[in-house]
């Protein structure tokens, strides 16, 4: 019988286990073939020993995550035995350890074999490199922090000495932020902050990437004059300048996005940074603007020229303003990775950075440049800066276990989920799904992951944390590392998720529960 039925019509313990056996054997000779043509592809972009396991693993995994595995989940756990749902780490040792049992039930097996050291081994590997790239957590929390610096890091070494003694083991310099003696200043206070703490604190250096942005912008005297009527003092009490926010945009209005700016026509005109991309828009497609504040579908498009029609804005609409982010979910987004500003910012971080943060990266052949320009600038003998893949497009989402095996391969490597491009790439429904299949994937490739964007935003901004915050916050326990942006009330923000990661380790770790003691019933009588 299949296990399906033996499962719906109540067969045998013995006869359920046979067919499970039988299924899991087949199941495994599958894996390992498909496996082994991944590994094909593969072989050749790792010549990091010690990462040649972890590249065999992430191709189990990916084998294995093409079946449906639903009725032999249920089976197993009806036998009492795992149901290979936190296998990602020891896909190999797992499913041996699952075969090895049902032979022993069907007395096939030998019972006082050894125990499978791959079970273990795995976990402690990544969190060796979690330590080698992210440093020791003080409080000997499993997961680090990491803290973006503001400017004001640069002239104030008493707060990264806070940020460090609150519970930092990782900060992060923004390169599209500052300058190279800003960076330097960071960069010391960030090393003297250290010794003082007793140990490393490990320096990001987050490249800037292309991003597509909106370059100028026009507005129309009919835009103007409307601004000056309704708008213009509520634009100088917020103090900001007209000239460079125009248009206050409701679902309905129309917006222009063009190579050259267009003085004379009805609608707000803009320009993008990379105005090639206009080439690639297709009607009905959406473009999100500032995070996803702006939502627009290309109602026309034309050499160089597209027409848009504001779909989705807050409910008191928003304005278009230079240099907020553009988003082209679906659009091919055919530009280096690398901008001649990453160039100057590598040329300063080689030396100083233990850390490079990889932004916009999308495919093996952005890796491949990245540690091409590494090398020329490495000193001989010195030991390669840790890569960071910011995984931000939908395109890098798809490429990501072969953009792992091409850096890992040759480097110490880390993958940040950045849920903010994530979210308006992909819809937020989908960024609740992804987020959790990278942290799988990563296990699976026995990568370390960084949990990042709006963790705890409004404590750090604001000085106030959400329940829903908090409750994401404590959901970034199963990443090896959280990164925090700046704001006012950083310091603060780091010693609370220092906290929230403390009493997480005693519940979860990764997708594991820990049955700690529950402190909350200890006398179930009540008064």
């Excluded at 496996?35 to 972009?45: G, I, L, N, S, Y």
């Excluded at 940020?163 to 310099?173: E, F, P, T």
């Excluded at 603060?492 to 529960?513: C, G, N, S, Y």
């Amino acid at each position: 019988m299949q296990i399906q039925e033996l499962l719906s019509q109540g067969g045998s313990r013995r006869s359920l286990a046979e067919a499970l056996l039988c299924r899991l054997q087949e199941m495994r000779s599958e894996i390992f073939i498909n496996a082994e043509r991944t590994m094909d592809a593969w072989r050749d972009c790792v010549t990091r020993p010690d990462f040649m396991p972890s590249a065999e693993n992430l191709a189990l995994y990916l084998a294995l995550r093409n079946i449906d595995l639903t009725q032999e989940q249920k089976a197993l756990s009806a036998l009492g035995l795992s149901s290979l749902g936190r296998s990602e780490s020891h896909v190999q040792a797992t499913l041996q350890a699952v075969i090895s049992l049902l032979e022993d039930m069907l007395g096939e097996g030998i019972t006082d074999a050894a125990i499978d050291n791959r079970l273990t081994m795995p976990r402690r590997q990544i969190e060796a490199r979690r330590d080698e790239i992210f440093g020791i957590d003080p409080r000997g929390n499993t997961t680090r922090i990491q803290v973006t610096l503001p400017s004001e890091a640069a002239k104030d070494p008493k707060l990264v000495a806070d940020l460090v003694h609150a519970g930092a083991s990782s900060v992060r310099i923004n390169c599209a932020h500052d300058n190279r003696e800003a960076w330097g200043k960071m960069v010391s206070h960030t090393r003297a902050a250290a010794g003082e703490a007793g140990r490393k604190i490990a320096i990001m250096m987050d490249l800037a990437g292309p991003k597509v942005r909106i370059a100028t912008l026009h507005a129309p005297k009919s835009v103007l004059a409307r601004e000056k009527k309704k708008k213009l003092k509520k634009l100088a009490k917020e103090g900001i300048d007209p000239a460079f926010s125009f248009g206050l945009l409701l679902p309905g209005d129309h917006i222009i996005l063009s190579e050259r700016l267009e003085h004379d026509g009805p609608y707000l005109s803009a320009t993008l940074s990379h105005p090639q991309l206009l080439d690639q828009l297709k009607p009905d497609a959406m473009v999100w603007i500032d995070d996803g504040k702006i939502g627009a579908r290309v109602e026309s498009v034309s050499e160089r020229r597209a027409q848009l029609e504001i779909c989705r804005v807050p409910v008191k609409g928003a304005r278009l303003r230079p240099e907020k982010g553009v988003n082209l979910p679906g659009t091919a987004i055919n530009i280096p990775a690398l901008c001649s500003s990453d160039m100057d910012a590598l040329d300063f971080a080689i030396g100083h950075a233990d850390i490079i943060g990889f932004s916009f990266v999308q495919t093996t052949a952005d890796i491949r440049d990245l540690q091409r320009e590494i090398a020329k600038r490495l000193p001989e003998g010195a030991k390669a800066p840790a890569l960071v893949l910011k995984i931000e497009t939908d395109l890098a989402l798809h490429n990501l276990p072969r953009l792992i095996v091409q850096a890992g391969g040759i480097m110490p490597v880390a993958v940040m989920i950045a849920r903010g491009d994530l979210a308006v790439e992909l819809g937020l429904e989908r960024l609740s799904e992804i987020q959790e299949e990278i942290l799988w994937l990563c296990e699976a490739a026995q990568v370390p992951v960084i949990w990042a964007t709006q963790v705890l935003e409004g404590l750090a901004k604001r000085g106030f944390a959400s329940r829903a915050e908090t409750t994401d916050a404590a959901m970034s326990q199963r990443a090896e590392c959280v990164m925090l942006n700046k704001g006012p009330h950083a310091v603060e923000a780091v010693a609370f998720l220092a906290q929230i990661l403390r009493r997480m380790d005693r519940h979860q770790m990764k997708k594991t529960p820990r049955l700690a003691p529950l402190r909350a019933w200890r006398d179930p009588k009540g008064i």
